[in-house]
Nanobody, 120 residues
């Protein structure tokens, strides 16, 4: 089972930037894709961005396109989310997730979450 450890959340003003990091350990050779989800109070968890280990083009939610960038460090099984031009509506708990081939996100591994708060 893959374990995921996130870091980098915090409090930032509107227009600011934050960089989230997630490092995977244990069973990493089975990782097919990693991504970032977020969940705001009273809302469902949503996929923000994902990246595959095969090199396919990353996916971004429409709400973050042009502002967020997901990248990976294949050698250490790490994924990063650079968040720029942050808005109050980006406030949420951000979760790192990973899944193996033929596995969906729900069946994969999840981090404990890191809080991102954007003040207006």
């Amino acid at each position: 089972q893959v374990q995921l450890l996130e870091s980098g959340g915090g409090l930032v003003q509107t227009g600011g930037s934050l960089r989230l990091s997630c490092e995977a350990s244990g069973g990493t050779s089975n990782i097919y894709a990693m991504g970032w989800f977020r969940q705001a109070p009273g809302k469902e968890r949503e996929l923000v961005a994902r990246i595959s280990w095969s090199g396919h083009s990353p996916y971004y939610a429409d709400s973050v396109k042009g502002r967020f960038n997901i990248s990976r460090h294949k050698a250490i099984y790490a994924v990063y989310l650079q968040m720029n031009s942050l808005k109050p509506e980006d406030t949420a708990i951000y979760y790192c997730a990973a899944h193996a081939r033929l596995q969906d996100w729900g069946s994969g591994s999840w981090g404990q979450g890191t809080q991102v708060t954007v003040s207006s």
